[in-house]
Structures are given as structure tokens and as C-alpha cells.
């Protein structure tokens, strides 16, 4: 499982996370951006699950828990997600997020903040589009239907992951301005009709 920090632009941003037996490794990045900073974690994680989050977020346990329960009995499933609340700097719940079917990728990004994908999703799609920062997430996401099973879960927003509005606001409105360059990838005859099935 992994840890990630990536919040912050500046030579002090470091990538985080946990391998092995509970060590930690640690790897300095020279102001690169999140898809960047996402793809060099990511190629470091020894794990069969890979998600990631930013340092003002906070995933309950049971989230893990049902997320990769949903993954162990169901082989053929490669990413799980969920719904999720959010909370302001004080950490008081603020309102929560329903997460929408893979389906509802063509109209924008129902996966969210809190999910798990098998390690092969991310090999297969090669990571994240480094071009696309603020819009990394939809487009992964967007690419992953079009090739992988998906399914949001049943758990409760308030006890899988709580998203600070910040974090939410700044996605938000980063993720619809570069919404037209979003997928170049998805060039192939019938890709967009996979993810709408």
C-alpha cells in the first residue's frame, strides 16, 4: 500500500510511500507535476492494489477493507470505487459525493477520490497522461473503461473517505477546463461505445 504526498509545487515536495514490511522509501522529485509525480510513485509500488490520495484527504480503514474484499471475490473485476464525503479544514463533514456508473464516464468523472485498481491496470494503460495535468484522473479513468471492468461499491461516504473541499473545488474546475484535450488515447473505432455500454 502506498502513501503519497503530493501537495505543494516546490523542491521540497517529496513522494511517499510504503513497500515491504511496513518500511517506508522515500523519493525526491524536482517540481514536477502530479501526473509525474503519480507515474515515478507508482513504478516504485511493489503491491498487487494501487490508489493514491493528496495529504488533506483521509481514507477510513473500512474503505481498504471493502474495496479489497470487493477485488479478491471477483476476479474479473479490475477497479473498485466508492462514494465519499467531504470535510473542511476543521474536519467537519460538509456534504458527500455519489460516485455514478462506469457508463457515466462520457459525461465526466463519476470514479472520484476514493478507489482501488489491480496493479495491471496501471501497467496496461501506461499510467497517467504526464500532458494532462489537472485532468490526469478523467482521462485515466475514461481509458481504464474502455479496457477494464469497473464498479463502484456499496459502502457509505461517510465511512470510506473524507475529501477536503479544497482539494474537491481545485479538481473540479481543473478537470472541466481541460475536458476537450482530455483522452487523445482513445483513438480506436468504438473505444467511446465501450464506456457508454
Not at 503530493?6 to 521540497?12: F, M, R, W
Not at 457509505?156 to 475529501?163: E, F, L, V
Request: with cysteine; charged share 25%; glycine share 8%.
Amino acid at each position: 500500500m502506498k502513501v503519497v504526498n503530493v501537495l505543494g509545487n516546490n523542491l521540497d515536495m517529496k513522494f511517499f510511500f510504503k513497500s515491504g514490511e511496513g518500511t517506508m522509501c522515500r523519493i525526491g522529485l524536482d517540481c514536477r507535476k502530479l501526473p509525474a509525480a503519480l507515474n515515478t510513485g507508482f513504478a516504485e509500488a511493489r503491491g498487487e492494489f494501487f490508489t493514491w490520495t493528496s495529504d488533506d484527504n483521509l481514507f477510513r480503514p473500512l474503505a481498504f477493507r471493502e474495496m479489497v474484499a470487493a477485488l479478491g471475490q471477483d476476479s474479473t473485476l479490475d477497479v473498485v470505487y466508492c462514494d465519499y464525503a467531504f470535510s473542511d479544514s476543521n474536519g467537519r463533514l460538509t456534504g458527500a459525493r455519489r460516485v455514478g456508473l462506469p457508463r457515466a464516464l462520457v459525461y465526466g468523472n463519476v470514479v472520484g477520490a476514493c478507489f482501488l485498481c489491480r496493479r495491471n491496470v496501471h501497467e496496461t494503460l501506461d499510467g497517467y497522461d504526464e500532458s494532462l495535468f489537472l485532468a490526469e484522473d478523467y482521462d485515466f479513468w475514461l481509458r481504464c473503461a474502455a479496457s477494464f471492468a469497473m464498479l463502484p461499491t456499496l459502502l457509505k461516504a461517510c465511512d470510506a473517505a473524507r475529501i477536503s473541499t479544497r482539494s474537491a473545488a481545485t479538481a473540479s474546475g481543473c478537470a472541466a477546463r481541460h475536458a476537450p484535450s482530455v483522452s487523445p488515447r482513445l483513438r480506436e473505432p468504438g473505444d467511446m461505445a465501450k464506456i457508454s455500454r
